[in-house]
C-alpha cells in the first residue's frame, strides 16, 4: 500500500470494516449513507490510533491456532453443560465468584483472557483488580474454585502468555 493511502487509511481492514458495519446498521446503499460510511472509515481509525498506546506484539501463530481451537472445543462444551444445569434441578447450580491470580502482565493479553472467560458459557469475567493482578469471575456453576482457576490459567493464560509475549 502507498504511503499516501496508508496515511489517509492507517488501518485499512478497520477502515472497510466500520464502513460495511455502517451500511449493514443503516440498511441502505444511498449516497449520503455511503459517503457517511467513507467518512467515519477515514475518522474512526486515525480516532482509534490516537488511543493506541502500544501495540498488542502477537507472536507465535500456531499457539494462535491452537487457542482458537481450544476455546472452540470449550465454548461447545460449555454450552451442553450450562444446558444441562439449566434444564435440570435448580439445587444443582451453585453459582459463585473466583479471583484468578494472573501470571500475564500485557494489558491485550489480560482483555483477550477476560474475553474467553466471558464468551465461554457459564463464566463470565466480572473486574480486574486496581494492579491489574486479578481477574473476578463468576461461574454459573463452580464445584472446585482451585481446580477451575487451575483450569483457566493451563488452557488460556497459558498460551496467551505465550502469544503475548
Not at 490516537?50 to 500456531?62: D, E, I, K, N, Y
Not at 459463585?96 to 502482565?105: F, G, K, N, S, T
Request: net charge positive; proline share 7%; hydrophobic share 50%.
Amino acid at each position: 500500500m502507498t504511503a499516501p493511502v496508508r496515511r489517509l487509511f492507517p488501518s485499512p481492514a478497520l477502515s472497510l470494516t466500520v464502513a460495511l458495519a455502517w451500511l449493514l446498521l443503516v440498511g441502505s446503499l444511498a449516497t449520503a449513507h455511503m459517503l457517511f460510511a467513507l467518512v467515519l472509515a477515514w475518522l474512526l481509525p486515525h480516532a482509534a490510533q490516537r488511543l493506541r498506546h502500544s501495540q498488542a506484539g502477537l507472536r507465535r501463530p500456531a499457539v494462535i491456532v491452537r487457542l482458537s481451537l481450544i476455546v472452540l472445543w470449550d465454548i461447545v462444551l460449555s454450552n451442553i453443560e450450562v444446558a444441562r444445569r439449566i434444564l435440570g434441578s435448580e439445587k444443582a447450580i451453585r453459582p459463585d465468584y473466583i479471583w484468578i491470580p494472573l501470571d500475564i502482565e500485557n494489558p491485550y493479553g489480560i482483555a483477550a483472557l477476560a474475553g474467553i472467560i466471558t464468551m465461554t458459557p457459564g463464566t463470565l469475567s466480572a473486574d480486574l483488580s486496581p494492579d491489574n493482578r486479578h481477574l473476578l469471575v463468576h461461574c454459573f456453576h463452580l464445584d472446585d474454585g482451585p481446580a477451575q482457576i487451575d483450569q483457566i490459567k493451563q488452557r488460556y493464560e497459558r498460551p496467551l502468555r505465550e502469544i503475548f509475549s
